[in-house]
């Protein structure tokens, strides 16, 4: 089975860094994708990471480390439209696509 | 989302009434998936496609049918509906393995009373 984890609940201040962890157990990793959900919306993509590292996109950067299950999500220069919640999937060697519970984050002024 | 297409948006279904859930897209993609999300809590997967004439499984199936009889189409079924099927459904495309982008539809809020 798959096991997902992400904190419920965050709470930052505009203009600060904020990271976000979530980590994972799953048989045949495949690739771990991080969403952003405002209410009342669909989820968007923000980002797909396959390979170890740091992948960087504006003031949004993703990081995973296969070998310990785990990835953060890491936003720069918060801003009040960031207030949303953060999901975290993974897709597997079986072609599911499973996600986490969601992180939601609140900024403050 | 462009080239998502979720019909319908909202539906309101007696308990053991049946209906079909339609996820359109018009980017020739593989990959297909149906998930519902209760309030304040993640997305579930129901049932996946691969592609054309496959479908799979997800963690909560029970109680809907799923074809995917053109790849530019995934229908999600209800085929008795229950209260506890409230919820909104969300359609999912990921162009898989490479992934540059990925895509949701807008969302389908059903109500069984």
């Known amino acids: 089975g798959q096991n997902i984890d992400q904190p419920t609940e965050m709470t930052a201040t505009e203009g600060a860094i904020v990271q976000i962890n979530c980590t994972y157990q799953?048989?045949?990793?495949?690739?771990l994708f991080w969403y952003q959900q405002h209410a009342g919306e669909a989820p968007t993509f923000l980002s797909y990471?396959?390979?170890?590292g740091l992948e960087e996109k504006g003031r949004f950067s993703s990081f995973l480390s296969r070998s310990k299950g785990y990835s953060y999500l890491l936003l720069k220069e918060l801003q009040m439209k960031d207030s949303a919640s953060y999901l975290c999937?993974?897709?597997?060697?079986?072609?599911?696509?499973?996600f986490g519970g969601g992180t939601r984050l609140m900024v403050k002024p | 989302n462009a080239g998502v297409t979720q019909t319908p948006k909202f539906r309101v279904l007696k308990t053991g009434q049946s209906m079909t859930l339609l996820c359109a897209q018009d980017?020739?993609?593989?990959?297909m998936y149906w998930y519902r999300q209760d309030p304040g809590m993640g997305l579930r997967l129901i049932h996946y496609?691969?592609?054309?004439?496959?479908?799979a499984k997800g963690e909560v199936p029970d109680g809907y049918n799923v074809s995917r009889l053109k790849k530019q189409n995934f229908l999600l079924g209800l085929e008795s509906a229950a209260p506890s099927q409230t919820s909104v459904y969300f359609c999912a495309i990921v162009p898989l393995p490479a992934v540059t982008e990925a895509f949701f539809g807008q969302g389908t809020r059903l109500t069984v009373v």
């Open positions: 799953t048989s045949g990793f495949n690739g």
């Open positions: 980017m020739n993609h593989e990959y």
């Open positions: 990471n396959v390979l170890d």
């Open positions: 999937a993974v897709y597997n060697a079986g072609n599911m696509l499973t």
């Open positions: 496609s691969v592609g054309e004439g496959t479908t």
